[in-house]
């Protein structure tokens, strides 16, 4: 896995988890007030297009943390296992006594 933490990695997976949120949330809309969508005839065709929103956006963000991340290894590991690297703590932000 590339370690990477830039703002063009952020922005990639913000776009596709955006798309996701979209589609799922139109999806929802269609499935249970599909009366309300008077603009949309074909309301099948509707569907069809957000789910291919929603395999395309799900497939490619899957693929960006397959191969990318922008945490170390022994991050993600202690993430997994429940823990986090610095329990919490901000390393930079130590309170000074009387704070």
Known sequence: MI???NGL???AKAKYQAQIVEAIATLEIYFTNAVAIGEHPDLLA???KYLDMLEDAQGKLNALESHFS???ESQLL???QG???NNGAD???ERQPGE
């Open 91 to 93: 390393a930079n932000s």
């Open 3 to 5: 370690k990477v933490n």
């Open 46 to 48: 509707e569907v069809d």
């Open 78 to 80: 202690q993430e997994q």
């Open 70 to 72: 922008s945490k170390s």
């Open 9 to 11: 990695f952020q922005a």
């Open 83 to 85: 823990y986090s690297v």
